[in-house]
């Protein structure tokens, strides 16, 4: 873990956030209102967050978890308790990659996520967004499977995808198996 405790004076400095969506309410008392218009609403258990921004947000990594697909501009409201944030860096190794293989998505993870696979390899922000990348160009297209040798192509996939999160090859030498 961390080792530090989250609260209303130290939320936003870099770290890393899922929070989940709530039904906006005006019953919200309104604490903080920052400068790109995002309010904030602090309790004892954590924070609501009022935004129509999500993702990168200053210096932090915030995810809204909805149900339906998130516009850009829409306002919507999350909620996350002070135990869900997590230290956030550019350089250090504290992300993993994650696949939903029912919905065909890739995301990313922090390593303090208590499902973190021990299997899954930590990477920083940029190795793990070129991975990521890589992986939606496996899951998405077949050009890159020209060329390889191969029965079943969602097998293949299954197994390009499975490498590129648990191991330190690059792409080249995973194919490289299949030629």
């Known amino acids: 873990m961390d080792g530090l405790n989250y609260n209303r004076n130290n939320f936003y400095k870099h770290t890393f956030c899922e929070f989940t969506e709530v039904a906006l309410t005006n019953k919200l008392e309104i604490h903080h209102k920052s400068k790109?218009?995002?309010?904030?609403?602090?309790?004892?258990?954590?924070?609501?967050?009022?935004?129509?921004h999500w993702g990168r947000a200053a210096n932090c990594?915030?995810?809204l978890i909805s149900n339906e697909k998130i516009k850009s501009q829409?306002?919507?409201?999350?909620?996350?308790?002070?135990?869900?944030?997590?230290?956030?860096?550019?350089?250090?190794?504290?992300?993993y990659i994650e696949v939903n293989w029912k919905l065909n998505k890739v995301t990313f993870q922090h390593r303090n996520n208590p499902s973190y696979p021990n299997s899954a390899i930590l990477r920083n922000a940029a190795a793990t967004a070129k991975i990521i990348q890589t992986i939606k160009e496996v899951l998405t297209t077949t050009k890159w499977a020209n060329h390889l040798i191969f029965d079943d192509l969602e097998a293949l996939r299954k197994d390009v995808v499975t490498v590129l999160i648990e191991k330190e090859e690059t792409f080249l030498q995973i194919k490289q198996r299949f030629i």
């Not at 790109?36 to 129509?52: A, C, H, L």
């Open 36 to 52: 790109s218009g995002s309010q904030y609403s602090f309790t004892k258990e954590g924070v609501y967050r009022i935004s129509n």
């Open 61 to 63: 990594r915030w995810r």
């Open 74 to 95: 829409t306002e919507k409201c999350g909620f996350a308790k002070w135990t869900d944030f997590y230290s956030n860096s550019e350089t250090e190794k504290l992300f």
